[in-house]
């Protein structure tokens, strides 16, 4: 049996969530769910996106991810169930696929094609029993039929030349730290014997260190963090508040000849 | 093996969850546990009522629903095990149970007679592990004696009369969304043919949607939820705050002759 | 198979608890991991260990406890799995272990030792692989090293003479109640026979009761709670904000000759 991950907005006050277990452990009350987040910011792509493409291969293969963010839907709205990089999603048609890879989906299958109906709870109502089903034994074509074209967006990525990486923050997580998309791969390339300055916000940095407990506590902190991404924490303290950055604040790198 | 819900007041932050769980547990390690939600407000047994009603029905028959909300007891206090709409719960002798449904319950047992005991923490001490013992296998006779009565608060209903449908406000959810208690049969067999008005706060509005991206962003969407209930919204935004609505804010439909 | 519990100061926004679980249920799929929280305070080790310690003896002997509190580490810091109690736990050399009991662990090892790696998410890339293995029939012996020391931090203790008993607020919990260090059994010893007043902020109150609910709204109530410790409440009311008391206020009892 696969496992299941839920993603929401629903925050964890209200009936959602437990509504939407209801329905999955009502088709197999041994299915296992383990949750994400259901702390995203109401219809917040990117952060649902970040949130995700952070975890999700952490899961062991074939895992099936309900996502419902802005997953409220008007009456031409569609709902996905996707292959990618080897595991299953299931949400709208809002365009987060995109965001979680590079890679096209192998498949692509509209879940409320068989029995269509509409629904003001469809996480609840359309994606529950189709994530139960798939994770008990179904394939994605016993469940819906195939789509052509979905929606793309696209994440911003960072730009890298021989002189320069310019980045931006994509998130800023619970202790205030600042993640952003230079990517520990384009640094080890273009940094080699090189010196190096890293801007941001006022300040100017020129070292990047391997753990956050190698400086002193209140002093800035770089690393590539667990996700090869590049981020900037303050020792004991909240980067964003004391940096004076948030999401989208641009961060860059300049090599010196 | 039958799934317990759990329903508290006890937030997030501290060991209490976790007791009641681990009590369940070194029961039965195999039970399956499903949080409701833990952040209802200390001792609000309207916001506990609607919460664990919009939700018990979607859980298979025969689930068990542990209910620790207003659970600080005198030393007179009942703990009650009630078999009531074909489901258990389990939770004081504190009226909650009038609330969840116009129904009596089939069985009502006192689940602190065989062994009587005080605890200052009775979700712990005393429904965990009738919880556990019902889920596996256990009837509510083998858990505890007869009760004859027991405590039952009446909800707030909407009046509905041939011109008119009298409601308010039953719960604010966390998008800011106000669901009243006025209920979609009502609305269909009086508005037959008929135009229609619906006032709430300042505004008067004269459509009901079947979807909440049926507006534009920022515009009242008024539709009848997942629920059977009315439930105001502003697309993308914060009703409660926008409407200047909260709990038990009045709604009146006026139909036209 | 034992159980896992997991206590955090990761928040519930991010990624960051499902990457730990992810891996966890990587290495076998049937385990079960029960949350204690997430919303420890950055770094707050007496927060964590009072946690902790309110609830690690209500699951069943030997099970795994993972707490993830202040785990960002350097370079030279050390990762132990302790057998203590019966139980065991699985963290950082931070000093939390001595916190937990006065009893000194039967067995500490090294569990980053067998094949030692640096991580910026320990409890992702070290913890989580241990603790499945333990919960899967590993021993300690077989996941790393011996240990002969550790840290060990040293909880406030009360100080109790036949006169008086001298403690301290340890805890606040989410109803704002102030859970004292001052211990039922000292209290029943002193006591016997004799008045006594018990003083905090600028309240001085001369009963003990047994139930929140003995008190009218909006009183103190003082009582021993599930944890045999002294706990301070307003009826109905939050005693943190009312009474101005915080962690480590002073909370004095007086014995009359």
Not at 46 to 66: C, G
């Amino acid at each position: 049996m696969a496992l299941i991950t839920f993603l929401s907005d629903f925050g964890t006050t209200d009936h959602y969530v437990a509504a939407v277990k209801a329905k999955i452990l009502e088709v197999n009350s041994n299915l296992k769910i383990v949750d994400i987040s259901h702390d995203i910011e109401s219809c917040n792509l990117a952060q649902a996106s970040f949130t995700l493409n952070a975890v999700y291969r952490d899961f062991p293969e074939a895992t099936i991810h309900l996502v419902a963010v802005n997953s409220s839907t008007g009456p031409n709205d569609k709902f996905l169930g996707l292959k990618l990089d080897g595991h299953y999603f299931l949400g709208n048609d809002n365009g987060l696929w995109g965001l979680l890879s590079a890679n096209e989906a192998s498949q692509v299958v509209n879940i409320n094609s068989i029995k269509p109906m509409t629904s003001t709870f469809p996480a609840r109502d359309i994606l529950a029993g189709v994530a139960a089903k798939l994770a008990s034994g179904s394939t994605l074509s016993d469940l819906g039929k195939p789509v052509k074209e979905y929606k793309r967006l696209l994440g911003r990525i960072s730009r890298a030349t021989k002189k320069q990486i310019n980045g931006h923050v994509i998130h800023i997580d619970h202790y205030g730290n600042l993640i952003t998309n230079i990517l520990q791969e384009d640094f080890k390339v273009l940094s080699k014997g090189k010196a190096f300055s890293i801007k941001f916000g006022r300040e100017t940095v020129h070292h990047i260190q391997n753990s956050y407990n190698s400086v002193d506590s209140g002093d800035a902190v770089l690393l590539f963090n667990s996700l090869g991404l590049l981020e900037i924490g303050i020792s004991h303290g909240d980067a964003s508040k004391l940096l004076g950055l948030k999401f989208d604040s641009p961060v860059l790198i300049n090599f010196e000849e």
